[in-house]
Nanobody, 121 residues
C-alpha cells in the first residue's frame, strides 16, 4: 500500500557532501513522521534523523550539525543532506514513514529498500 523509494546514495570521499531522497507513493492521504535510519555492516539499524508533519526534527548526536533533514509534503518526499561526511557514516540508509493514513486506514512503520552510502578516507 505504501512504497518508499530511496535514491541518491553513492561513493564519496571524506569531507564531501551527498543528498539522499525518498519518495512515498500509494493511496496516501497523510504521512505523520518520516525519517532516515542507517545500518552499517555488523551493526544494528540506528536512527539518523526524523521530521514530523509539522516540521519538528530530531537528529542522532553523531550527525548533529552535519546532516539536515527536510520534507516536501506535497511531493511526499523526504531528503537528507549530508555534509562533512566521515568514513563512519558508511552504511545502508533506509527511509521510514510512520503512521501513514491510506485509503485502507493507517499503516504503521514503512521501510524503503535502502540506498548505500560509502565514504572513503
Amino acid at each position: 500500500q505504501v512504497q518508499l523509494v530511496e535514491s541518491g546514495g553513492g561513493l564519496v570521499q571524506a569531507g564531501e557532501s551527498l543528498r539522499v531522497s525518498c519518495a512515498a507513493s500509494g493511496r496516501i492521504f497523510k504521512i505523520n513522521a518520516m525519517g532516515w535510519y542507517r545500518q552499517a555492516p555488523g551493526k544494528q539499524r540506528e536512527l539518523v534523523a526524523t521530521i514530523t508533519s509539522g516540521g519538528s526534527t530530531n537528529y542522532a548526536d553523531s550527525v548533529k550539525g552535519r546532516f539536515t533533514i527536510s520534507r516536501d509534503s506535497a511531493k511526499r518526499t523526504v531528503y537528507l543532506q549530508m555534509n562533512s561526511l566521515k568514513p563512519e557514516d558508511t552504511a545502508v540508509y533506509y527511509c521510514n514513514a510512520d503512521k501513514v493514513l491510506t485509503s485502507n486506514g493507517y499503516v504503521y512503520t514503512n521501510w524503503g529498500q535502502g540506498t548505500q552510502v560509502t565514504v572513503s578516507s
